[in-house]
């Protein structure tokens, strides 16, 4: 069933709105005049700050990518940056690392939610399919055309249109922001303001990123005949993000190929995804002062990729999927 969306142009003084705190009012939210709490620290909670200016939610940060080989929208001309990893989202753990998900589904514009899926509060209330325009078409109103075309160039769906995807990482992930809360753009809100931010912000995360050229100067570059070594992989990582993140693999485990046959390794042996962790002063949307954390923060694990000596494969795109080289 179509969510009907009415455009928000009109003034709301002080009344209750759906964010993340109910209640809360879409007044006095002057963050030049709020102490930048860092996220996760004592200061950074909803009682003692201001949850618009300093993030009290999901304040332990995630700006992720992927490497893909291929799109399956080569044909339609969705294609992969040269020399360059793509954009996966921005999430909000909370400070124990555990996560919730499309916390507001009057802003739910994922168009293929996973069968089952529900929101994260403790009714559980299934997620429905969206069937209005692609959130791509958001961005008109606000002139940001520059911006469609950096997210068309960058942030790259693999087996599904690219504004499907962007759909689905705004509605699960953004909506868990305190930040991103509508309450927080004030009596003058214009509708889908929010989406716009939370675009330009998962962008200035990505920028500060630049995974391919980290991996490179490290002398591991896409191969689809040399493999290699996790450790190798992570240091080249490390070294230019200052923590250690979380490495992402897939494709078959290590025992289960030629290679590793006999090995207790198991681990994955296709080079995939990088998640690199946050603690951010005041809002995620300055941007200022992040601080870089290890992946492990919590005991979490940082891989799932096999540590075997050249056991892992960091494949070329396929021929067609990329587009021209990125400078």
Same mark, same amino acid.
């Given at each position: 069933?179509?969510?009907?969306?009415?455009?928000?142009?009109?003034?709301?003084?002080?009344?209750?709105?759906?964010?993340?705190?109910?209640?809360?009012?879409?007044?006095?939210?002057?963050?030049?005049?709020?102490?930048?709490?860092?996220?996760?620290?004592?200061?950074?909670?909803?009682?003692?700050?201001?949850?618009?200016?300093?993030?009290?939610?999901?304040?332990?940060?995630?700006?992720?990518?992927?490497?893909?080989?291929?799109?399956?929208?080569?044909?339609?001309?969705?294609?992969?940056?040269?020399?360059?990893?793509?954009?996966?989202?921005?999430?909000?753990?909370?400070?124990?690392?555990?996560?919730?998900?499309?916390?507001?589904?009057?802003?739910?514009?994922?168009?293929?939610?996973?069968?089952?899926?529900?929101?994260?509060?403790?009714?559980?209330?299934?997620?429905?399919?969206?069937?209005?325009?692609?959130?791509?078409?958001?961005?008109?109103?606000?002139?940001?055309?520059?911006?469609?075309?950096?997210?068309?160039?960058?942030?790259?769906?693999?087996?599904?249109?690219?504004?499907?995807?962007?759909?689905?990482?705004?509605?699960?992930?953004?909506?868990?922001?305190?930040?991103?809360?509508?309450?927080?753009?004030?009596?003058?809100?214009?509708?889908?303001?929010?989406?716009?931010?939370?675009?330009?912000?998962?962008?200035?995360?990505?920028?500060?990123?630049?995974?391919? %050229?980290?991996?490179? !100067?490290?002398?591991?570059? $896409?191969? =689809?005949?040399?493999?290699?070594?996790? +450790?190798?992989?992570?240091? @080249?990582?490390?070294?230019?993000?200052?923590?250690?993140?979380?490495?992402?693999?897939?494709?078959?485990?290590?025992?289960?190929?030629?290679?590793?046959?006999?090995?207790?390794?198991?681990?994955?042996?296709?080079?995939?995804?990088?998640?690199?962790?946050?603690?951010?002063?005041? %809002?995620?949307?300055? !941007?200022?002062?992040?601080? $870089?954390? =290890?992946?492990?923060?919590?005991?979490? +694990?940082?891989?799932?990729? @096999?540590?075997?000596?050249?056991?892992?494969?960091?494949?070329?795109?396929?021929?067609?999927?990329?587009?021209?080289?990125?400078?």
């Amino acid at each position: 069933m179509r969510n009907t969306l009415l455009p928000v142009t009109a003034v709301f003084v002080g009344t209750a709105m759906a964010g993340l705190y109910p209640g809360e009012s879409n007044l006095n939210h002057t963050c030049a005049l709020v102490k930048p709490e860092l996220s996760c620290s004592a200061g950074a909670q909803h009682s003692l700050t201001d949850s618009c200016c300093v993030e009290t939610y999901g304040g332990l940060v995630l700006s992720t990518q992927f490497w893909d080989t291929y799109t399956g929208y080569e044909s339609s001309g969705q294609l992969l940056p040269k020399n360059s990893w793509t954009l996966h989202g921005l999430w909000p753990d909370f400070c124990n690392g555990s996560y919730t998900q499309y916390c507001d589904l009057k802003r739910q514009y994922d168009p293929l939610p996973s069968p089952n899926t529900t929101n994260g509060k403790p009714d559980g209330v299934p997620v429905p399919k969206y069937t209005g325009p692609g959130i791509g078409t958001f961005l008109a109103p606000f002139g940001k055309y520059d911006l469609l075309a950096w997210m068309n160039k960058f942030w790259i769906a693999q087996g599904q249109p690219n504004s499907d995807f962007w759909g689905h990482e705004f509605s699960k992930h953004a909506t868990c922001f305190s930040t991103f809360d509508v309450e927080c753009y004030g009596p003058q809100y214009r509708e889908h303001e929010e989406v716009v931010d939370f675009f330009e912000t998962a962008v200035t995360y990505f920028q500060r990123l630049p995974t391919w %050229a980290w991996l490179s !100067a490290g002398n591991i570059r $896409p191969s =689809n005949t040399t493999a290699y070594t996790f +450790s190798d992989i992570q240091s @080249a990582l490390n070294t230019g993000f200052g923590a250690v993140p979380y490495i992402g693999c897939s494709g078959p485990r290590y025992n289960a190929t030629a290679e590793g046959e006999g090995s207790l390794d198991n681990g994955y042996t296709r080079l995939t995804e990088v998640w690199y962790y946050h603690h951010v002063y005041g %809002a995620p949307q300055r !941007a200022q002062g992040l601080l $870089p954390v =290890n992946a492990s923060i919590n005991g979490g +694990s940082v891989t799932n990729c @096999a540590k075997a000596k050249d056991a892992v494969w960091y494949y070329k795109r396929g021929q067609g999927s990329e587009g021209l080289c990125v400078k």
